[in-house]
Structures are given as structure tokens and as C-alpha cells.
């Protein structure tokens, strides 16, 4: 077997299994030293000016020579702005980087707006729609009881102490 069709078959089975123990812990080391970066970094920068960002996740490169850096700024406002400021300054930053971690290589850094925040705020508008609280209720009501005919269900059953047995004093 040639090494090239071996090389790319580990690829592509590290790419159907997620990220390595190895980049999830050059991720971690790359996110901790970026955050206090930023912290301690006096980036001159109107987009940046008075900007908290919160790093919030870092996925590096099988070859750990690149880095995509998921950034938030504090309240969500300007993070188009905020994106882009940190990404005009990714060789600095990078710099910076190369002094805080020990690694064979710095990585590349690419900064971007982590939209899990605006889909978590999305999916907490859904469930509180009042359609959907009515599609989410369960059929037997807000308050977990039946209503007048309604037949029991399964979960009846393991709710009940006696496992199914008639309530004490009732005798067949």
C-alpha cells in the first residue's frame, strides 16, 4: 500500500470521527492563551475599543497549523465589526500566541462570529411561542392529571407505587 492512500485514509476516517484528542487539547491551549491575550492586549482598534470578546471555542487543523477561533463579543452588538477588527490583527495576535504556548507549530488564526448564541436565543423564541407551548404540552394537561374519559397511558403504570395494583382499600 502506498503511504498517500494510507494518509488519506486516516484523513478522511478523522474527519468521520471528529476531532483528535490531540486537537481538542491544542484547541484548549490555544483558546486559554487567547483569552488572556485579549485581556491583556491593547489592540488599536476603533471595532475593538471597549470590546469584551469571549473566545468560546477553538477548532484547530489535523496538522495544527491552522486555527478557526469562535469569538462573542459581550452583549452581541458589532460582532461583524468585532470579526473583522480581530482578524486584521491576526498576525499580531498570532505573534502574541507564539510566545504564550509551546507548540511545534503557531497556528494561522481565523476569527468568526459564534452563532450558537443567536440560535440558542432563536430556539428559546420557538418555545415560548404559544403555539408551540400547546404542541409541546402533553395531552393530559399543564398539570399532569387526566382529563374526564381521557384513557390511561403506559406511563400511568410506572407512576403507580404498586406497580399497577389497585389502590389500597379497593379489593377484586
Do not use: C, Y
Amino acid at each position: 500500500m502506498s503511504r498517500h492512500s494510507h494518509s488519506s485514509r486516516a484523513r478522511s476516517r478523522s474527519q468521520a470521527q471528529g476531532p483528535s484528542q490531540r486537537q481538542l487539547r491544542a484547541g484548549e491551549l490555544v483558546r486559554h492563551a487567547l483569552v488572556e491575550i485579549l485581556r491583556e492586549a491593547d489592540i488599536a482598534d476603533p471595532a475593538l475599543e471597549g470590546v469584551s470578546v469571549t473566545v468560546t471555542e477553538v477548532r484547530v487543523s489535523p496538522d495544527l497549523r491552522h486555527a478557526t477561533v469562535f469569538v462573542e463579543p459581550l452583549g452581541g452588538g458589532h460582532a461583524a465589526e468585532v470579526v473583522e477588527g480581530l482578524n486584521r490583527h491576526a498576525r499580531f495576535l498570532r505573534g502574541r500566541l507564539g510566545h504564550a504556548i509551546e507548540l511545534k507549530f503557531t497556528p494561522d488564526l481565523k476569527f468568526v462570529h459564534d452563532q450558537s448564541f443567536d440560535e440558542a436565543a432563536r430556539m428559546d423564541r420557538l418555545f415560548a411561542d404559544p403555539r408551540v407551548k400547546r404542541d409541546l404540552s402533553s395531552p393530559s394537561g399543564e398539570d399532569g392529571r387526566r382529563a374526564e374519559g381521557d384513557a390511561p397511558d403506559a406511563t400511568d403504570e410506572l407512576a403507580s407505587p404498586l406497580g399497577g395494583a389497585p389502590p389500597e382499600g379497593e379489593h377484586h
